[in-house]
C-alpha cells in the first residue's frame, strides 16, 4: 500500500553533518505529519523532529539548534538537515508519516526501515 525509503545514514565524525531524506510512495490520499524518531542501542524510541501538514514544527531539547526539518509535499518527502552532530547522536533514525490513502477517510501510521547514524568522537 504504502512505502516509506529512506536515504542518507552514515558515518561521520562528531561535528559534521548529515542529511536524512525519506520518500513515501504507494496509494497516498493525503499525508499529515511527518516526523523522524530515533532509537539508540538499549534505549527506547524517542521524537528527534515532526512537521504536520500545515503548523509548527516540533524538535527533542537534545537537537534543537542543531537539526532542520523540512518537506517537500509534491515529491511527499521529508528531509533532516543534521548539524554539529554528536556521539550521543548515533542511533537508528525512523521515518514516520501519517498517511490517510486513497480513497480512505482516516489516517494510519507509516513507519520507514530505519537508516543508521553513527558519529565517532
Known amino acids: 500500500q504504502v512505502q516509506l525509503v529512506e536515504s542518507g545514514g552514515g558515518l561521520v565524525q562528531a561535528g559534521g553533518s548529515l542529511k536524512l531524506s525519506c520518500v513515501a510512495s504507494?496509494?497516498?490520499?493525503?499525508?499529515?505529519?511527518m516526523g523522524w524518531y530515533r532509537q539508540a542501542l538499549g534505549k527506547q524510541r524517542e521524537m528527534v523532529a515532526r512537521?504536520?501538514?500545515?503548523?509548527?514544527?516540533n524538535y527533542a531539547d537534545s537537537v534543537k539548534g542543531r537539526f532542520t526539518i523540512s518537506r517537500d509535499n509534491a515529491k511527499n518527502t521529508v528531509y533532516l538537515q543534521m548539524n554539529s552532530l554528536k556521539p550521543e547522536d548515533t542511533a537508528v533514525y525512523y521515518c514516520?508519516?501519517?498517511?490517510?490513502?486513497?480513497?480512505?477517510?482516516?489516517?494510519?501510521?507509516?513507519w520507514g526501515q530505519g537508516a543508521q547514524v553513527t558519529v565517532s568522537s
Open positions: 504507494g496509494y497516498i490520499g493525503r499525508i499529515n505529519q
Open positions: 514516520n508519516a501519517q498517511i490517510v490513502l486513497t480513497g480512505a477517510s482516516h489516517e494510519l501510521d507509516y
Open positions: 512537521m504536520p501538514s500545515t503548523g509548527s514544527t
